[in-house]
């Protein structure tokens, strides 16, 4: 009797995240950079990465953006952008001694938690701040109220904070962290001190937290998980570590095409692929579009929540646009 013919092999296909890429806190911080040349011209300094995304960069480089680390490489009475990340007030106030023009494109969820910080500081609380030390929007918001700011990385950290005061403590987060692990910081905060306050809201970003929750829906049927986004995007690095507990088999962060290793794809039939929220499509498209080559079908797109917010251009600029546009 003759053998019975192998089965066919299972199709290989894409899981494609929704929602993913920009943000719109990204994505208004990008049009600022982009507008702010266009009506002022070239040069337009901005001061770190805009967003923390390599192809941004670049791409605002080329059109004529200048990046510096520090406002003191801004020339006198330049225009400077600060980034979607924000600023510590005394960044305002060396801006301001330079005579810089400044377009402050902080995202409006890192400012809440700004004004968040001020205002526990003002009653005199201790704040716990859990975020990633020196990460350019932990040194913001520990700036706005920098003698009562505890910053805690992690549970693991919670043994060694002290406050002066556990009745009057609070805690508060950098906008891009893991969900999970967060909320696992405050409950070991709360274990050690009981009274401990929470923000108003949540301080993790709408964002982050839908970009993890289409990740984790579709980690488990993934034997290989792909997040683009820049390797100092915490939030594109938070995606990875979210796909590998959620039951990906692997996962890695890639900045681009050619960071995808061929040898990743070795006996993986279902491929996950979503993006930082700094990130653009392009780069999502060509990275499906190599897997396209290698055998992989047309993505198929996961919804799992749509997003509509988005936010108005910084004043400064939206004010000088106004005005352009009324003496033209």
């Known amino acids: 009797m003759p053998q019975a013919a192998h089965a066919s092999e299972p199709a290989k296909r894409v899981?494609?995240?929704?929602?993913?890429?920009y943000c719109a806190g990204v994505d208004r911080a990008v049009q600022a950079v982009e507008l702010a040349l266009a009506h002022y011209g070239a040069p337009v300094y901005v001061r770190k990465q805009i967003v923390h995304n390599a192809y941004v960069v670049r791409t605002l480089e080329a059109a004529g953006a200048v990046f510096v680390e520090e406002t003191?490489?801004?020339?006198?009475?330049?225009?400077?952008?600060?980034?979607?990340?924000?600023?510590a007030p005394e960044v305002h106030a060396e801006a301001a001694t330079r005579n810089l023009k400044t377009i402050d494109a902080t995202c409006p969820l890192v400012t809440k938690v700004h004004h968040e910080a001020r205002r526990f500081a003002a009653e005199d609380y201790d704040i716990v701040l859990i975020g990633h030390d020196g990460h350019e929007e932990v040194v913001g918001t520990t700036g706005e109220a920098p003698d009562h700011v505890r910053l805690v990385d992690g549970p693991a950290d919670v043994?060694?904070?002290?406050?002066?005061?556990?009745?009057?403590?609070?805690?508060?987060?950098?906008t891009t962290l893991s969900v999970d692990e967060t909320m696992q910081t405050v409950d070991a905060l709360r274990e050690k001190f009981p009274s401990l306050q929470s923000p108003p809201s949540d301080d993790i970003c709408y964002a982050t937290q839908n970009r993890q929750a289409a990740v984790k829906a579709i980690a488990p049927q993934t034997d290989l998980f792909l997040v683009v986004g820049s390797q100092n995007s915490s939030n594109s690095v938070r995606m990875v570590e979210v796909a590998k507990a959620a039951g990906a088999r692997a996962a890695y962060l890639v900045?681009?095409?050619?960071a995808v290793s061929p040898e990743w794809l070795s006996g993986v039939t279902t491929v996950g692929l979503s993006s930082g929220a700094s990130v653009p499509e392009i780069l999502v498209r060509e990275v499906a579009g190599w897997l396209a080559e290698r055998g992989y079908g047309e993505p198929e797109e996961v919804a799992h929540t749509e997003e509509r917010l988005t936010f108005a251009l910084p004043q400064e600029l939206r004010r000088d646009l106004k005005l352009s546009a009324k003496s033209s």
């Open 72 to 87: 003191d490489e801004v020339p006198e009475g330049a225009v400077v952008v600060f980034s979607a990340h924000g600023v």
């Open 15 to 21: 899981l494609l995240a929704k929602p993913r890429g």
């Open 159 to 174: 043994a060694a904070v002290s406050v002066r005061d556990p009745e009057r403590v609070v805690w508060l987060s950098q």
């Open 255 to 258: 900045d681009d095409v050619h």
